[in-house]
């Protein structure tokens, strides 16, 4: 024999009522159905009463609007004929008595509890009428054997006195049975109770207990019980097992699949209990069992949350060894029918928190200021105030007993992603780590839950990319045409949700189509600005955000400090930020250490070359850096390459910018400042303390030559083609080489160009590469060697995605 639950959304609709008759008729075994109201119904009903209760005469067309859906239900899947008609006339009859108690509310206005009750009764009682008589099977009133009884201001099952009523009501068990869900009646009174919102799995779960059924299966809307909310985490899945523990652990926590009392009788039964979608029966839902087959699987199964929480704290030095303080808590809030489903206390017993839900926040306040009147006067314990707009989070899995570091793992990854705990609570079973966070962070903790403990399919990392010039545009085709592969072989989900150029901005949590990424940003960007940016970033509060920065703006550095402070990840090209004040430079790798985030811009210099990453490689294995030599400008390089007899000065200026190497004014780079950045950077992440303004300069182009207008330099230009030509041909008769060489040698710092003979490690660098030699004391005699690529949108790009892969650490 089995039980079969349908819930309002599975007897909502003609479609899905008669999807119901479908799968009550495919069971070829003695089957018992239990029904909740129509979908919505429910609801209709208190809001109808309430109307009532106000004297609202409006209250009728909610009635009108109720009676309508149940006829309109009738006429849709029972033919035409003498059945039609007869069950049109039980339900009016069902309908004429609601009318009445409506109109006996409108005319008192008055709603007591028990009449309140009586109306949520017909609910239920109408749609297991039309369920009857639609799958042809005996109808059983079941306030007539679910009995309660009065405790705490609450009506509770009488679990004896019901199961002797259920074997007595079904000892001649029908092929089919109907029964209404969730309605009761008082065991001394015969009042209408009802077992709570829910409450039709709760009658399933008695009836099933009490025949020992077979089976307990729960009919839905879902697939069965999933990893995590579907509505927060697109990428949550159906869990094909739990255990009895883990599914009552995910139901307490706010998952709505099952109701929670209703695992408990059917555990004890050892009972199955499948939850199943009426919209697609095929699939093979969730099966809630004494022990799952695979032991072996994920530490943790599932996420659950309340969004409803506030938290009460008792404290004061007065509690401090004081016996009994827990236990006058506990009472008065119990006494006052106030459920507590969070308890944190210190070691000290200086404070114990309780989690409860908002309703009940400012009632438990009262009755614990009351009961601890005498101590809050003495100033022995604090007045008692709930914070309020707070979210539990539960992460469940019996797995997770006697394995190490799920905790650790737990609040580290939500420390990274600047999510505060306000309180805690983990039982010995193991089986649930429950915290109290701030509700805004709640879809953000859900998610990066699931990303770190592998319940989604795929790591996700969300990128904010700013600037979509040369460097920025190429990053993202790179990352357009990587991702299915990363996603494929690596379980990684780069996820584009924000673009960003001078003037325009997009942002969307689902990201965006990366193939036409200009067009849509020209079509669906918003004009944007530095506050924007930062205010949109940081308002998203998603996930595993990265910001990735490849402009060369001030403006844009400046933001850097904001998003780092709210767990946002920096990738920088630009060097702004790396080469400022030491002190600003400082403090943004403080703010990443303290945060748990990372602050990388291994492009700053070399462009994709590891130079950065080797440096730090070095000083953390214990070496020390003690010179540094280098050519890093990749443009610099490029034009000295270039010059010749056939190409002057000035012509192999404009190739490099025609090329590319160049910044876009080019006087960047004859200036000096870009390898002064840069040598700065190599110098800071070796140790030393340097400021742009203690490199020594030794330049080739005179300074009034970067003073006016762009226009003006390269009309000026010309003028040195000659002096160079004289001094390149002296130099070629030589057999050296010009190179512009940054150097760092004990603590002081210099650039300049040099003349290297073929003996020189930089004699033979060719077009824009870089070279960087580094003197250890672990690489003195033979220092180490880096070269390569040192220039152009491509390689930098492909650094930038480097730093955002090692961020992803796969």
Known sequence: MKVLKFGGSSVGTASSILSVKKIVEAVNEPVIVVVSALGGITDKLINTSKMASVGDASYENEFREIVYRHVEMIKEVIPAGEAQVALQRQVGELLNELKDIFQGIYLIKDLSQKTSDTIVSYGERLSSIIAAQLTGAEWFDSRKFIKTERKHSKHVLDVELTNTLVCETFGNLPERTLVPGFISTDKVTGDVTNLGRGGSDYTAAIIAAALDADCLEIWTDVDGFMTADPRVISTAYTISELSYVEATELCNFGAKVVYPPTIYPVCHKNIP???????????????????????????????????????????????????????????????????VFLVSQASSENSTSIGVRNADADLACEVLNEEFAKEIEMGEISPIQAEKNLATVAIVGENMKHTPGIAGKLFGTLGRNGINVIACAQGASETNISFVIDSRSLRKSLNVIHDSFFLSEYQVLNLFICGIGTVGGSLIEQIHCQRQKLMQENGLQLNVVGIADASKAMFGREGFDLGNFREELKKKGKDSSLEILRDEIIGMNIFNSVFVDCTASAGVASLYKDLLQHNVSVVAANKIAASSEYDNYRELKQIARQRGVKYLFETNVGAGLPIINTINDLIHSGDKILKIEAVLSGTLNYIFNKISADIPFSKTIKMAQEERYSEPDPRIDLSGKDVIRKLVILAREAGYRLEQSDVEKNLFVPDDFFEGSLEDFWKKVPSLDADFEARRKVLEAENKHWRFVAKLENGKASVGLQEVGSNHPFYGLEGSNNIILLTTERYKEYPMMIQGYGAGAGVTAAGVFADIMSIANV
């Open 273 to 339: 209990i499948l939850v199943k979608n009426t919209f697609n029966p095929e699939g093979a839902g969730t099966v809630i069992k004494q022990e799952v087959s695979n032991p072996e699987c994920k530490a943790i199964k599932g996420i659950s949350s309340i969004n409803d929480t506030s938290l009460i704290t008792v404290q004061g030095l007065g509690m401090v060894g004081v016996i009994g303080v827990n236990y006058r808590i506990f009472k008065a809030l119990a006494k006052n029918g106030i459920s």
